[in-house]
């Protein structure tokens, strides 16, 4: 009697299967179950982990552990394979074809990496979809004809590599792609500047509102990096406003300085290198002086997820409390802010630190609806009446 199923087209009276089964002992109501033994057992008989021989219908127990133990090994191993650059390049230049179908390994990659996502993105998915349109040169969101086109072999190898590099040396995606949204506008970045993520844009957004009451005319962006901050306020003014943007690094400043011409803002944002206030002018005043600087503490620092040690160290660690840059804005703002004027810097997770320095300053920290916190006000009052807190703390750094 001759058994089809798939692959398999099988004869009971076969002897390679050592079944012991004479067809004509078998009833018509048992085919379905024979069937299936059967063709488990000739199934098996070609895996690298072969059933142990059966007495009868039954196996022997201590045989069949050892054989589901090798099997589960071997499960085991094909689950938690990482597939390494040559693999990676070949699956996705020769097996894949569309977007959805690179975009649906990328997650698969990125997820049996286990990868941070936090420059841009939250999610694997929308991560690995800004990884391959940025290679298409095309702009967020995707829609459904996207995910259906199809890649050419150059853009699906070079989505390769940069899977490769996201995932074995966890460069973050824009440092990949050499672009990060803020404030609904496209930036330049590399590994000269952190990649733009500060919530500030909620507040440019809302032009400050209800925090000034008209519009600033002169705007101080203190540690600018690619500039994102600066240019998004000179776009939302609409060029009705000058704006420096300050920053120690020559090499960020050279990145703000790409975005800048991008957006033909030569005469509008200057990058001026600096470090924090000393190389301003004495006596240059400001309606709105915006920072973000250093915060990272060292306990933090430490324990963050590889992706963020891609970034510039200077751009991110500022002393034990992470305080150490945000102690001489406090002290030196208000002598570069008009008496109208607000210092709005953010301090993320080093909150909690700046309130244990400075319980006496009455901290505004902004709700912020669309997520991210530790972003304070002050307005200019506020820092000449709590100016010898800011000094004393001041001291104790230079000390």
Known sequence: MAIKNNRYELELNDPSLETHLDPADISEEDKESVMDDVVHEAAVLTSPHRVPERSGNLFDKSREDEYIDGLLEGIDDDFYYIPGPGEICSTIEDELQTVQ????YLVTLFSMNGIYVGHGTDNYWDEALELVQAVMFLQPPCDDSTLNSRLSKRERSLIAKMAYARTAYRIPTP???HRAFFAGHQFYVDRRVIVPRSPIAELI???FRPYLDKKPQRVLDMCTGSGCIAIAIALKAEGECEVDAVDLSADALEVA???????????IVIP?????FDNLPAGDKYDLIVANPPYVNAE???SMPEEYH???????GSGDDGLNCVRRILAQARDFLNPDGILVVEVGNSEDNLIDVYPNVPFHFIDLQRGGSGVFVLTYDQLEV??????EQLKKLTD
């Open 300 to 302: 933090d620092l430490e």
């Open 310 to 316: 891609r970034e510039p160290a200077l751009a991110l």
């Open 101 to 104: 179908d690179v975009v649906r």
């Open 175 to 177: 440092y990949l792609t």
């Open 257 to 267: 300085q790409r975005n800048i011409e991008t957006y033909e803002l030569e005469n």
């Open 272 to 276: 001026i290198q600096s470090d924090l």
């Open 386 to 391: 709590c100016a010898p807190y800011f000094q």
């Open 205 to 207: 957004d809302n032009e």
